[in-house]
Nanobody
């Protein structure tokens, strides 16, 4: 089976930085898009950033210029560098990846979520 394991969340003051990591392991043939979503209390889950296997990236407008998504294909890992954090960035952050387990089968996988709290 495939697992996504996240790390790097925590409590940070406004203006601070955090780096999230998400490592995929298990029966992996290839990994296509990898991304980060977040869900704040009482709100729907939203896409924060996505990166293709070729390195193309896309961000939600609210984080452009502050967050950077990257990936290390050799380590099957995706990162989210978050700078200039704001209280409205507070949410549970989830890693997502489209992973092929064979040449013909690809599935969406999710991490367990990591809490990011921005507060003074």
């Amino acid at each position: 089976q495939v697992q996504l394991v996240e790390s790097g969340g925590g409590l940070v003051q406004p203006g601070g930085s955090l780096r999230l990591s998400c490592a995929a392991s298990g029966n992996i043939f290839s990994i296509n898009d990898m991304g980060w979503y977040r869900q704040a209390p009482g709100k729907e889950r939203e896409l924060v950033a996505v990166i293709t296997s070729g390195g193309n990236t896309n961000y939600v407008d609210s984080v452009k210029g502050r967050f950077t998504i990257s990936r290390d294909n050799a380590k099957n890992t995706v990162y989210l560098q978050m700078n200039s954090l704001k209280p409205e960035d507070t949410a549970v952050y989830f890693c997502n990846a489209a992973i092929a387990t064979t040449l013909w089968a690809s599935y969406d996988y999710w991490g367990q979520g990591t809490q990011v709290t921005v507060s003074s």
